[in-house]
């Protein structure tokens, strides 16, 4: 499966942004989809996570709040709604989808996941 991250750029603090990650090759409709982050000299953390049929989510706590997932199977797409953001969400996003087919249990880290897309910068200003 081929992933295609968008919808990053620079905002200011407060702002709001929508990420969009849209899959190909493949149905991803029975994988759990997640986001993950990667700032400037850090390693790569987890953000959300997202179950095969939308009805569980689980966020970062740094996010709680402030971040939705969501997900269109019929457009094998998936979505990060990020308002109120902050100079500390600056980061490379990545869109990922997981290994366990038909998994909603909410426990998601990097090595759940197999496929990865190549990331979008968002940037946010004080």
């Known amino acids: 499966v081929q992933l295609q991250a968008y919808g990053g750029g620079l905002v200011q603090a407060g702002g709001s942004l929508r990420l969009s990650c849209a899959a190909s090759?493949?149905?991803?409709?029975?994988?759990?989809l997640g986001w993950f982050r990667q700032a400037p000299d850090k390693e790569r953390e987890f953000v959300s996570g997202?179950?095969?049929?939308?009805?569980?989510?689980t966020y970062a706590d740094s996010v709680k709040g402030r971040f939705i997932i969501s997900r269109d199977n019929a457009k094998n797409t998936v979505y990060l709604q990020m308002k109120s953001l902050k100079p500390e969400d600056t980061a490379v996003y990545y869109c990922?989808?997981?290994?366990?087919?038909?998994?909603?249990?909410?426990?998601?880290?990097?090595?759940?996941?197999?496929?990865w897309g190549q990331g979008t910068l968002v940037t946010v200003s004080s």
């Open positions: 990922a989808v997981d290994k366990r087919p038909w998994y909603s249990g909410g426990f998601y880290d990097e090595s759940t996941f197999a496929s």
């Open positions: 090759g493949r149905t991803i409709n029975n994988y759990a």
């Open positions: 997202i179950s095969w049929s939308g009805g569980s989510t």
